[in-house]
């Protein structure tokens, strides 16, 4: 952060790297998921079940998604930001 907001996180991802992160991202499942959202879940505003779908659809076409480029020997550009 500065005065003027933020800089974009920018990294190149090589074909290389993507099967460690495709690995690692596929470990993640929904027991886990559930583990964790004792922590995130929102007091108030939705209920836990749909935080819980809207989460693991994300993680599910990120799953995918990560997936495609490992088998492909792609790789990527990741932005935040």
Known sequence: ?????WD???RTIRPEEVPVIRDALCAIDES????W???WRRPHGADGDD??????DYLRQA?????????DGRGMVYLIG
């Not at 886990?32 to 583990?35: D, L, S, T």
């Not at 935080?51 to 693991?56: A, E, G, K, P, Q």
């Not at 799953?63 to 088998?71: I, P």
Request: aromatic share 10%; charged share 30%.
């Open 63 to 71: 799953q995918e998604f990560v997936e495609s480029l490992a088998r």
């Open 8 to 10: 974009s996180w920018v």
């Open 51 to 56: 935080d819980l779908r809207y989460v693991l």
């Open 32 to 35: 886990r998921v559930r583990a």
């Open 37 to 39: 959202a004792v922590d």
């Open 1 to 5: 952060m500065h005065e003027l907001g």
